[in-house]
């Protein structure tokens, strides 16, 4: 698979951001796959049939994530940066394509590998397509079926719960650093600024704890801004929807969040959606608007164990 090449060294023309990087990575990896297609249609046109099967079944996703891709390239580099990049990528594809398949039975191969959506979309590199082609639209990651399910039966850090919650395919799991949070998953495989997190807290048990905005609001940290609530239900639970900012002053930075509340037996469970960190001076209502669908979509299709 020849048009993996560019991509494997395509990362290396510029130090980047992590995210732009994986996009840079990705693309030249779908420009490549094209490339590789058009020679393969050029040399031998009787496999056209086949070059169609091969390609049906991603071609929907792929589309949409080169094209997400331009868009998000192209608000995060400067303009001659950008257009630099595709001359210097078309120019390897170019150099590539220009040698001749030596028989019909490597274009086979290749249209027998790339036909396998198992081994298309298990990859490196399918991590950075999933997650370009919902860039728009995280939630439809999920309801297209891209996810995995995280559950907390036998895990070191949930003993003695029982909780399957979906995660989208391309999200990266994660340890985190406070005791309390059982695991932690971020967008665009480990490379992006939106995190989902599983936090459970023991409650005292001489206390009746009554999870209301009342509670919620005493225990927030004083930096954390209380923006709104919302009564709501998990897995038929009653629950609380939470969404706040947290300012750290110190390092001058800020975390939006979309906590999703309930108890059962002594224990508070909390289902994060945060965005950040960002400089505190950055507004993040519409990006937090854009993945609430997605934190709500997991929060109600968790299930919890009897």
């Keep these: 698979m020849y048009f993996v090449l560019p991509a494997l ?8 951001s992590p995210k732009i990087a994986l996009a840079v990575e990705t693309y030249a990896f779908l420009k ?11 040399q031998f046109p009787a496999l056209k049939s086949e070059i169609t099967a091969a390609t049906k079944s991603t071609a929907v996703l792929f589309a949409r994530a080169e094209q997400n891709i331009e868009q998000f390239l192209s ?8 257009n630099s990049l595709k001359n210097q990528l078309n120019a390897m594809l170019t150099e590539q394509t220009e040698r001749p398949i030596e028989k019909e039975q490597h274009a086979r191969d290749f249209l027998e590998k790339i036909s396998s959506k198992s081994s298309t979309l298990n990859t490196l590199q399918s991590k950075g397509i999933i997650s370009f082609a919902y860039h728009d639209v995280p939630h439809q990651e999920i309801t297209d079926g891209h996810l995995k399910i995280f559950t907390t039966k036998d895990h070191p850090k949930a003993a003695e719960t029982d909780l399957e919650i979906p995660i989208p395919a391309s999200w990266q799991a994660q340890e ?8 932690q998953f971020t967008s665009f495989h480990g490379k ?3 995190k989902i997190l599983l936090v459970i807290y023991d409650l005292p048990a001489d206390q009746n704890f009554k999870l209301d905005k009342k509670s919620v609001s005493e225990i927030i940290p004083p930096q954390t801004e209380l923006i709104r609530t919302e009564a709501i239900k998990i897995d038929g639970r009653p629950a609380i929807m939470v ?3 947290e300012n750290i002053p110190h390092e001058k930075i800020k975390i939006r969040m979309l906590q999703f509340m309930f108890t059962q037996d002594r224990k508070l469970y909390c289902i994060q959606g945060s965005i950040g ?3 505190s001076n950055k507004n993040l209502d519409l990006h937090i608007k ?9 929060a109600s299709r968790t299930q919890v164990g009897k």
């Design 9 to 16: 060294g395509f990362g290396q023309v510029q130090e980047y």
């Design 32 to 42: 490549g796959r094209s490339a590789a297609l058009k020679n393969i249609a050029k």
């Design 75 to 82: 608000n995060e580099l400067p303009e001659e940066s950008f």
């Design 176 to 183: 985190a650093e406070m005791t309390q949070t059982v695991q």
């Design 192 to 194: 992006g600024i939106e």
């Design 243 to 245: 969404e706040v900012e």
């Design 277 to 279: 960190p960002v400089e």
């Design 290 to 298: 854009k993945y609430e669908p997605l934190f709500r979509l997991i």
